[in-house]
């Protein structure tokens, strides 16, 4: 899983890019942050943070992660019950057979331990099935609507299908088995405190010395840890025990029991909870900041400001005018979609033919960047290219608009689209709105681009 630090910095990304309106402006956020001390990625958790200023996203984040652990807890209680149930039915009468309850404590607890071990040394590397993201879905657990809930159980369900998960998985299937091995253990020490019980064993095909051996090397770790370990004299006496046996004997069998459960049980159980829970420590999940999106973010925050006391100010750079040829037109918009239909009309002679303007539609990625230039490269027109207000000039967005330039034959000319509300902008986001338009205005300058509406 990721931090819930990181979770909220991804959901924030998943949302601004389906265009949802926050709590806090996010162009804002980042442009307060540039002047702001930190790591690229702390200052990511912080933009995320005060974007989510009513914290409804965590709020929903925090349901989903509480709801999944919720759901751990329970089936840990529920198996922990399940095993003391179990061992206490199981030892119900006064004279147990130690080594048919043993098998019973430890012999498919042995096989299932030693079944992981096997898998996880065949599938070293390789992803497994992921049966718990599945019970577990976080579309089960919470229920909405909107896009933050949305969004909110996207980004779980792809965090469960992680590479990672397979060592998460394992380290709550080996949690789930010591809570069933710990209902044992409190089952044993109960009834052996509350009632008193004789040890015996049978076989038909094991001899005396046979089963001395067995249970000395059985044994042998027990007592390493200051267990009782019956000796061979008292070996021999529980042999087909029907009655009542020396309480010291006894002691020693039970002892065993309990040092075996322990020693086979819960100890190697434990070291293979311990182990996932360091492997998936190393291979958890994190934030990939080298996504486009975070890039753009960390890129801008990169530029260098100037201090004015620092230098004689200058008159900011000024773009030319456009000028708008009687051709062929073809219009485009760079990254963003255009709040208004026929936004070029705005920038465009009213006299000229609409039959000689041809909307491309937005270029964004690679593919739409290919198809444009081999647009350009084969009919000569005058490009005029709609810029959205949220778009930001950084190397990307001005290698792309350079690309433009030098393969539209007839130029290239901008026209810069503001907000539709503009009359109801705050006094801070006009702000805002102006040091992005400079921003454009120094760029087109240096660039010889004309901006249309000047």
Partial sequence: MLSPQDQLTELVRTLETQQHVFATDPLLITEKLQDEDGKPIQKLHRRASRIDSNGAMARILGKID???????????????????LGLFTLLQTNVVN???????????????????????????????????????????????????????VDLYERQLQHSGMRWYLGRFSHQLWLATLTGMLLAIIFLLIVRQYSFSWESTLLSDQALITLTQVLGWLPS????????????????????????????QWAGLLVGSLLMY???????????????????????????PYYQKILNFWQRQVVDADDF???????????????????????????????????????????????????????????????????????????????????????????????????????????????????????????VRYQQWQTALAARKIGLVNN
Wanted: glycine share 6%; charged share 20%; proline share 4%.
């Fill in 66 to 84: 509480g709801r999944i652990k919720g759901i751990m807890v329970v089936m840990s209680v529920v198996w922990c019950l399940s095993g003391f």
């Fill in 265 to 291: 049980g819960i100890v190697p159980r434990a070291i293979a909870w311990a182990f996932c829970a360091l492997m998936f420590r190393r291979k958890k999940m994190r934030l990939d900041i080298k996504q």
């Fill in 312 to 434: 004689n100010e200058v008159p900011a750079p000024i773009a030319p005018k456009a000028a708008v040829s009687a051709g062929k037109k073809l219009v485009a918009l760079l990254e963003y979609p255009a709040e208004q239909d026929n936004w070029w009309l705005e920038g465009l002679d009213a006299n000229i033919n609409n039959s000689e303007i041809e909307n491309f539609g937005i270029v964004d990625d690679r593919d739409d960047m290919a198809r444009l230039k081999t647009y350009l490269d084969n009919h000569p027109v005058q490009v005029l290219l709609g810029i959205h207000h949220k778009a930001l000039p950084d190397r990307g967005t001005l290698r792309k608009l350079d690309q433009i330039a030098a393969h539209a034959k007839d130029g290239l000319i901008v026209q810069l689209l503001s907000e539709s509300s503009a009359l109801d902008l705050t006094k801070q986001v006009a702000d805002h709105q102006d």
């Fill in 98 to 152: 130690f080594f048919y309850v043993l098998v019973c404590l430890l012999g498919f607890h042995t096989i299932m331990l030693l079944g992981w071990l096997v898998m996880s040394l065949i599938n070293q590397g390789k992803p497994s099935s992921n049966w718990f993201a599945n019970f577990v879905s976080p579309s089960y657990l919470i229920r909405g609507k909107d896009d933050v809930t949305k969004a909110a």
């Fill in 224 to 251: 390493m840890v200051g267990f009782d370990v019956p000796d061979s004299t008292a070996i021999v006496q529980s042999r087909l025990v029907t009655d009542a046996m020396p309480l010291t004997v006894a002691r």
